[in-house]
């Protein structure tokens, strides 16, 4: 079993639609937990981190975490066609951050 | 102006060369990491540091070097055991187990 993992995707969404992107991890005792989104051919950009059960919302983005579930997931809501990218979840473990594969969402006007 | 760099942004390697990519940041954090990243596909860690004069094996260490002689700099050499450098790396730094921060990156391309 991955440590991290996401559905690869691509998601589709229709522009203005909420796009949900969900990950599990395996390790109980993670304690942050991070969304990264990466434009094709650029670094990763921190979009959001939580470290509590519940939701945190930044302007359009919304993480959820739910360590009873080991889950967490980010919402978009209104997306726009710039949101068109890959989005990856971190979770902290073992003394680094691991990453997972990454789901690309794909926003069509 | 605060912020990680990388150079170069492109890199060509002859076969059975070695190759270093440099890595630095002036953001004061502790841990510095390295990552390779394939077309397609997610971040696989090469090797991180969590402070000055010691560092750990990542995931796909085999074929790379590194060293973390001060606090700012992280380079990371490519040796020729490195038999399909061909890659997108990525240098980050944070504070140890929090965010990270990515640099804009070096692709290295092989001649």
């Known amino acids: 079993q991955k440590e991290v993992e996401q559905n690869s995707g691509p998601l589709s969404v229709p522009e203005g639609a909420i796009a949900s992107l969900n990950c599990t991890y395996s390790?109980?005792?993670?304690?942050?937990f991070f969304w990264y989104r990466q434009y094709s051919g650029k670094s990763p950009e921190l979009i959001m981190f939580?470290?509590?059960?519940g939701d945190k919302e930044d302007g359009r983005f919304t993480a959820q975490l739910n360590k009873a579930s080991q889950y967490v997931s980010l919402l978009i809501r209104d997306s726009q066609p710039s949101d068109s990218a890959t989005y990856l979840c971190?979770?902290?473990?073992?003394?680094?951050?691991?990453f997972g594969q990454g789901t690309e969402l794909s926003v069509k006007p | 102006d605060g912020g990680i760099t990388q150079s170069p942004k492109y890199l060509f390697r002859k076969e059975g060369q070695n190759v270093t990519l440099s890595c630095e940041q002036n953001?004061?954090?502790?841990?510095m990491y390295w990552y390779r990243q394939d077309p397609g596909q997610g971040l696989r860690l090469i090797y991180y540091?969590?402070?000055?004069?010691?560092?750990q094996k990542g995931d796909i260490a085999e074929g790379y070097s590194v060293s973390r002689e001060k606090k700012e700099s992280f380079p990371l050499t490519v040796t020729s055991a490195q038999k399909n450098p061909t890659a997108f790396y990525l240098c980050?730094?944070?504070?140890?187990?929090?965010?990270?921060?990515f640099g804009p990156g070096t692709r290295l391309l092989v001649l």
């Open positions: 980050a730094s944070g504070p140890p187990q929090e965010t990270q921060y």
């Open positions: 390790d109980r005792g993670s304690q942050s």
């Open positions: 939580i470290y509590s059960n």
């Open positions: 971190a979770v902290n473990g073992s003394g680094k951050l691991i």
């Open positions: 953001l004061n954090h502790d841990a």
């Open positions: 540091s969590q402070i000055v004069n010691d560092f």
